[in-house]
């Protein structure tokens, strides 16, 4: 007798009424509205608005010439950029209670193989787009705003607007977290079949061509931030190959494990 579980199974006991699942979704939108604000009241009392956008702004100051500052061109501007940042800033750190929120709303409509792929895509999508936003913190805003403050002639001086800083920041913020995602999204063309190995070996040469012509379409006009961005994309493209051959070999579903298992 196979001591793999049948798919009937898995996913015993997990039916449930359509009403209930709308009640279930309200409940874990509630709470994690609940876990933003919360984080939200915590940021605004320490380390504060003011202070969160002063760290924000830190790697630009760090460049501009010495007692140049940034500028609000907007009556409401000084208030409403520190309220946004806040508001964002409270989203990334909710986001573990947000994204487990989702992952128990949807794991009772899984097979326990899929749960078995889907709990670490989860973590790992969260923990990539972290590195990748802090990859464009630390290290790309210091060299692109070292290369741009490096053409300027002197007889400009600079004074850059802080809501044009803001969008620019969230621009580049979401192009370097959603470039670290590479990976997830190889994994997952791999294990739902769409794509096979072999095929994502062979489109290697194409995805460079393709990363390089993101990151100039993404990233400011120059050649440092986007190398930073094209060539972290091609390595972890490779990384997302190697994941793929490792979870297709982990999370098969029973019929698949006993028609591969010799007799």
């Known amino acids: 007798m196979s001591d793999q579980p049948s798919k ?18 309200r409940d874990r939108l509630v709470k994690a509205l609940i876990a933003v604000g919360v984080a939200a009241a915590l940021l605004f009392f320490f380390p504060g608005p003011g202070a969160l956008y002063d760290l924000l702004a830190a790697p630009l100051v760090a460049h501009l010439p010495k007692g140049a500052t940034l500028i609000a061109t907007s009556v409401i501007s000084p208030f409403m950029v520190p309220l946004k940042i806040l508001l964002v800033s409270a989203f990334l750190l909710a986001l573990p209670v947000v994204l487990w929120q989702v992952w128990a709303f949807i794991a009772p409509g899984l097979y326990a193989h899929e749960k078995r792929l889907v709990l670490p895509l989860v973590v790992s ?17 210091g060299q692109v705003f070292s290369f741009i403050q490096s053409f300027a002639p002197k007889s400009i001086t600079a004074a850059p607007d802080i809501e044009a800083y803001l969008s620019f920041v969230l621009t580049m913020f979401i192009a370097f977290g959603l470039a670290f995602e590479v990976p997830i999204v190889v994994i997952v063309l791999a294990r739902l079949g769409l794509v096979s190995v072999e095929k994502l070996k062979a489109f290697r040469g194409y995805f460079v061509v393709l990363a390089f012509i993101i990151a100039a379409v993404v990233t400011p006009p120059d050649v440092v931030s986007q190398l930073a961005l094209a060539v972290p994309m091609c390595l972890l493209y490779e990384l997302g190959i190697w994941a793929a051959q490792v979870f297709i070999r982990h999370t098969r579903a029973p019929d698949d494990v006993q028609e591969t298992t010799p007799r």
């Open 125 to 141: 999508s969260t923990l990539l787009f972290f590195v990748g936003v802090g990859f464009c913190y630390f290290f790309v805003f």
């Open 8 to 25: 009937d199974e898995e996913l015993a006991g997990t039916e449930q009424p359509f009403v209930e699942h709308l009640v279930e979704l």
